[in-house]
């Protein structure tokens, strides 16, 4: 493996901002650089749909040995401040000069899969088909993955490299997430001269609280409402007011059961006090659990445990394109590629774990199943 070759790449990638809805630099970086390792490149003309950056990029490389084709997936945009970024290397990490974040999240991602490319045709590793996805928008609500035709994927599984801390740890479990406004609308009156010919959105609200659970519920569910506005002044009786919030729930029956509660307590609330509400609910993901017995995961697990990597599972409290893929039919695990602190201008991704996660990849595909042939009846 050239390490350096890789950090070259990984340099590379974050030198073209791509802030999500201005990927199309970095997605052409990568149509050139795929199709010059020998990969047959497509896009699914899905931006005129989303309006990013770019479309989603797919890249296969054929390998004519029978074996069943896996896809790999990474995101291609970042979050901000992420322009202009420069790497430098400290002991073994790869940081930004401090004032953006790196963009390890996810172009350590992108990086791993280059290389893993690279030694399978320096090396000449036979392999079945294998096939990268790189997914536009996933900061801002997974759009770009949500937009693709499963279709165009042939493997029947994969994995995506987005994942924080060692190699060898894998998010099998990630949460249905729903977001929702509440507006409520009451009455305005003096409320020092005649507060009883108001009615009071606190109230509302407050009566409200009392039938809503907020908070971790247990291991796989957690309730938050994280924004209240409302009201114009100390003396007026607040008349409006809205409220934000989520629920997060592994076992997807659970979220739609806590977000029927909170809209029966907002309207019997409203109702008690004689005034209204508004409710809006937006389903953002789809939760998934990946048992040791699915495929997806039981070779994972063996290609681990060959590489001799510690295997640790987990149950992520957020989204991934992950998501995506296992809704769309795609079973998908999430699995860490060594980057950490994302999202700040503290990020930093481990170069061994890089290393590691190119391992990982190599191994995947080699311990691939052999494609089950048609017979002719």
Do not use: W
Request: hydrophobic letters at 40%; a negative charge.
């Amino acid at each position: 493996m050239s390490r350096e070759r890789m950090v070259k790449t990984f340099t590379s990638l974050v030198g073209i901002d791509s802030i999500s809805k201005d990927e199309g630099r970095l997605h052409q970086f990568l149509k050139e650089k795929l199709t010059a390792l020998g990969m047959l490149v497509t896009e699914d003309q899905s931006r005129g749909k989303t309006g990013l950056g770019s479309d989603n990029l797919l890249a296969v490389h054929d390998g004519g040995k029978n074996k069943q084709a896996l896809f790999f997936s990474c995101h291609t945009d970042t979050v901000t401040p992420g322009q202009g970024i420069e790497v430098i290397e400290k002991d073994g990490k790869l940081f930004s000069k401090g004032e953006t974040i790196l963009g390890a999240d996810d172009k350590a991602g992108i990086a791993i899969l280059i290389e893993a490319m690279q030694r399978i045709k320096d090396e000449q590793i036979a392999t079945g088909k294998i096939e990268f996805v790189f997914s536009p928008g996933e900061e801002i609500g997974l759009i770009g993955a949500s937009a693709l035709d499963m279709n165009l994927i042939e493997a029947p599984y994969g994995y995506v490299l987005d994942s924080a801390l060692e190699v060898g740890r894998v998010t099998i479990a990630s949460p249905t997430l729903y977001m929702y406004e509440v507006k409520l609308t009451g009455k305005a009156a003096h409320a020092g001269l005649e507060p009883e010919k108001g009615i009071s959105c606190v109230h509302i609200l407050a009566e409200a609280l009392k039938e809503i659970k907020i908070g971790r519920l247990d291991a796989k569910t957690t309730t938050n409402i994280g924004v209240i506005q409302g009201g114009e002044a100390t003396n007026i009786v607040m008349d409006h007011l809205l409220v934000k919030g989520e629920v997060r729930a592994i076992d997807p029956e659970v979220a739609e059961g806590l977000i029927d509660e909170m809209k029966r307590a907002f309207e019997n609330a409203a109702q008690k006090f004689g005034g209204q509400t508004e409710i809006d609910v937006k389903k953002m993901a789809t939760g998934f659990n990946i048992g040791d017995d699915e495929p997806v995961m039981a070779l994972f697990i063996q290609s681990v445990k060959n590489l001799g990597y510690p295997l640790i599972r987990e149950t992520s409290g957020g989204g991934s394109d992950a998501n995506i893929f296992n809704l769309g039919g795609k079973p998908c695990v999430n699995f860490s590629i060594g980057y950490d602190k994302i999202h700040t201008t503290d990020e930093f991704v481990v170069i061994d774990e890089m290393e590691k996660a190119v391992n990982l990849v190599i191994e995947l595909v080699k311990n691939a199943p052999e494609k089950i042939r048609e017979r002719n009846e």
